[in-house]
């Protein structure tokens, strides 16, 4: 089973449904906050044309106002020139977009004028334009007056002078600096390219941008009047940038204030905020990306556990088939080899009998036949013990004595280790009662366990075994030590298990460790190890403690 690709699919899984839903929510939320955004950008600006063009009526109907008041005084005054001039210089000093002001009789002929240059005969052509010899107040279009050597956008209004019979008896006339509208409209500039601005039905510009259009020197497509728009609207403007544009026209005057902002810059807001929320998604997705991480190694390592626990489980069926095809092998062979150890022993204990009878008694012939009698015996011990083994039965009626064995065992081992440069140390402590077992399962335990330790040292080596009594626990503990190589940490908890070897393949079975550890169990006690490889620690060997029961 591949656990790595489980855990990419449940990594891609958890993002999918964590993410997918946040980003769509994201993707609404960017989509209407752009909605929103441009229909407040578009009230506002809607909003802005409205009261720019109520406050250049305004404007307007203050100069009628002031014109009228002008009038009535002129009457009062009877045209005196200097009376005029004071009054009208008044008038200037104290409304200051006024440029000037003349009068004209009923004939058209210039009575009085303030104004500080020759007057232009193009002026009392524009006098008729806007009074158009009638009674009442008119206004002509903007244009350029010179004065002081500076182009000024001027508006001309004229009003007509009525007598005290309600007789038109000439004409008021004021040119007003037009440059206080926009000034007026340069207040409405909004953020880095809002603004608003004023032009005519022509689309010519009678005031200057914020961007450098000039008055009467620069236009405007008209189309909006055209296509007859109503409220904002997404246009290019005179820059050729998109614009969110709206206009109003201003009461009675053909004008039309208009505002606008770019379209770029309106939108900033949401791309902002739309870089906000990739940053927040960002964040959001390494964070689900190191939940899903985590909960998938979770689930990964949980199901690896399960599926090692089934195959360790599998493994000990196949491991258990086989050991009761070998205890079902063991004991077919034990009794087979019962036999001819039988034949052995009887032949020889008649051969003893056959020297006695002889006279011979004492010779080495009768030595070394007790010795075979002995062995025969001992190889018929271990077979018995093999059949327990299998049987899982134990003899508890016996008894044996722990350092009379290793003592009579380390004889036979002590020239094969001297042989393979193997110091044996012994610190057998005396007095110790004797363990509930008898002497030929001791033996196979511990021959085994000397065995492994000599083969861990082929280049020689320091073997010790020691013994020592704790009452407390009742047990006899018979530690067994070589200073080896160590057992590595992974093999180390694998070492009791059966048909497991660290030796090269045909070098051993995998049994030997497995049969003495179930030996020592089924005699009430337990076989420990403790090793060290030298990377941990400053010497490296294995210490295997054999801990038995005292009868």
Request: hydrophobic content about 40%; overall charge neutral.
């Amino acid at each position: 089973m591949n656990f790595e690709r489980l855990r990419t699919f449940l990594i891609l899984a958890f993002m999918t449904v964590s993410l997918v839903p946040l980003a769509s929510l994201g993707y609404k939320v960017i989509s209407q906050g752009e909605t929103l955004i441009k229909e407040k950008s578009s009230s506002y600006l809607q909003g802005l044309s409205m009261r720019n063009a109520e406050s250049i009526k305004e404007f307007m109907i203050e100069r009628a106002n002031d014109l009228n008041t002008l009038s009535n005084t002129i009457c009062i005054l009877d045209f005196n020139a200097l009376g005029l001039k004071t009054h009208f210089e008044q008038t200037r000093a104290q409304y200051r977009p006024y440029l000037g002001f003349f009068v004209l009789d009923s004939s058209g002929t210039l009575v009085f004028s303030n104004l500080n240059v020759p007057f232009d005969p193009v002026l009392l052509h524009a006098v008729g334009e806007s009074t158009n010899a009638g009674v009442g107040t008119g206004v002509n279009d903007v244009f350029m007056f010179t004065m002081d050597q500076e182009q000024i956008p001027t508006l001309l209004s004229c009003i007509s002078i009525l007598s005290g019979a309600k007789e038109n008896c000439g004409h008021l006339c004021a040119l007003i600096d037009f440059r206080f509208i926009g000034s007026l409209l340069r207040k409405s500039n909004i953020e880095a390219t809002g603004e608003a601005y004023l032009v005519d039905k022509k689309g010519r510009f009678l005031s200057t941008s914020r961007f450098g259009a000039k008055a009467l020197n620069n236009n405007i497509s008209m189309n909006f009047i055209v296509e007859n728009k109503q409220g904002p609207y997404e246009t290019i403007d005179y820059r050729g940038e998109r614009v969110l544009q709206a206009y109003q026209k201003v009461d009675v005057f053909p004008w039309y204030v208009i505002a606008d902002q770019d379209m770029g810059e309106i939108l900033n807001r949401i791309k902002a905020l739309g870089r906000e929320a990739l940053i927040y998604g960002v964040l959001t997705a390494m964070v689900v990306f190191g939940l899903a991480f985590f909960i998938s190694t979770l689930i990964v390592n949980i199901l690896k556990a399960k599926y090692q626990y089934e195959k360790e489980l599998e493994f000990q069926i196949i491991q258990k088939e086989k050991l009761a095809s070998l205890g079902l092998l063991t004991s077919g062979i034990a009794h087979e080899l019962n036999t001819p150890l039988a034949n052995a022993l009887l032949y020889t204990q008649i051969a003893q009998e056959e020297l006695t009878e002889a006279g011979i008694e004492n010779s080495i012939i009768q030595q070394r036949l007790s010795t075979v009698v002995d062995e025969v015996r001992q190889g018929s011990q271990i077979i018995r013990n093999l059949l327990d083994f299998s049987r899982h039965n134990q003899n508890d009626a016996q008894t044996t004595d722990v350092n009379k064995i290793l003592i009579k065992m380390m004889r036979i081992a002590g020239p094969h280790c001297a042989s393979n440069k193997i110091t044996i140390e012994q610190e057998l402590e005396n007095g110790m009662p004797n363990i509930r077992t008898d002497a030929s399962t001791l033996q196979a335990i511990v021959t085994n366990l000397v065995a492994n330790a000599s083969e861990a040292m082929p280049d020689g080596g320091i073997l010790k075994l020691k013994t020592r009594y704790v009452p407390v626990l009742k047990i006899i503990k018979i530690e067994i030590t070589d200073s080896g190589p160590g057992i590595p940490k992974d093999k180390l908890i694998k070492i009791f298990t059966p048909f497991f070897t660290t030796k090269k393949q045909g070098k051993g079975t995998g049994l030997g460790l497995f049969v003495s550890h179930e030996m020592a169990r089924k005699l009430g006690g337990d076989i420990k190890v403790i090793s060290s490889t030298g990377d941990d620690a400053m010497n490296s060997g294995t210490v295997f403690t054999v801990e038995l029961p005292i009868e």
